[in-house]
């Protein structure tokens, strides 16, 4: 049986889109949690008729408390994974000691380089030749953790950062569903 799958989200929701256009990974999503209330995705997963948990932490008066409400609805649905796409918030103690190497994120730049908010705006102001997309282990940290696959993207001169972005989305969208598929269904496929 494929292993159940939550995915966290903030935004827009095109990663969320790619696992689900993927048949043997949208089987596997159980939830989506959102922490905006209001965010496209949360719109895009009604659409496929996946449940979600949508929160405003601002209204917990802790993060624990607020994480103690998710954890509480991943064990209901027996979630086994959880891979954040877009998700713009640490990840604290509750979810991390019960899903220990369980958690994935995608980040678009090549970390260390660029973690944090606008990955992509500030590879394209620095100026750099290239950047890329890493998918790696979550831990307490922004961005950090060990680094499951990255993939380089070399910058093309005179590019907007609009059209750089589309290039590394395009890479994204085919890297998350590659690792997704191989950390829960042993598909081995080249990534
Ligand atoms: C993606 O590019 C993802 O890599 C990035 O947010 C975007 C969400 O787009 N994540 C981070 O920057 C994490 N630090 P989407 O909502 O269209 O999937």
């Known amino acids: 049986m494929?292993?159940?799958?939550?995915?966290?989200?903030?935004?827009?929701?095109?990663?969320?889109?790619?696992?689900?256009?993927?048949?043997?990974?949208?089987d596997s999503i159980v939830l989506l949690v959102c922490d905006k209330p209001g965010a496209a995705v949360v719109a895009k997963a009604e659409k496929f008729g996946v449940a979600t948990l949508v929160l405003d932490p601002k209204s917990y008066p802790t993060k624990q408390e607020y994480e103690k409400v998710i954890y509480e609805k991943l064990q209901a649905l027996e979630v086994e994974w959880i891979f954040l796409a877009g998700y713009m918030r640490l990840i604290g103690e509750t979810l991390l000691s019960h899903y220990e190497g369980r958690i994935i994120n995608i980040h678009p730049s090549n970390l260390p380089d660029f973690p944090g908010k606008d990955a992509i705006g500030q590879a394209y102001r620095a100026g750099v030749s290239e950047t890329g997309v890493t998918v790696h282990y979550v831990d307490e940290g922004m961005d950090t953790g060990p680094i499951i696959a990255q993939e380089q993207i070399e910058m093309i001169p005179d590019e907007t950062e609009e059209q750089l972005k589309t290039r590394i989305q395009a890479v994204e969208h085919r890297l998350y569903p590659n690792v997704i598929k191989q950390l829960t269904q042993n598909v081995t496929e080249e990534l």
Not at 8 to 20: E, Q, R, V, W, Y
């Open 2 to 26: 494929n292993q159940q799958i939550s995915v966290f989200a903030s935004g827009t929701g095109s990663n969320f889109d790619a696992m689900m256009q993927d048949e043997k990974i949208a």
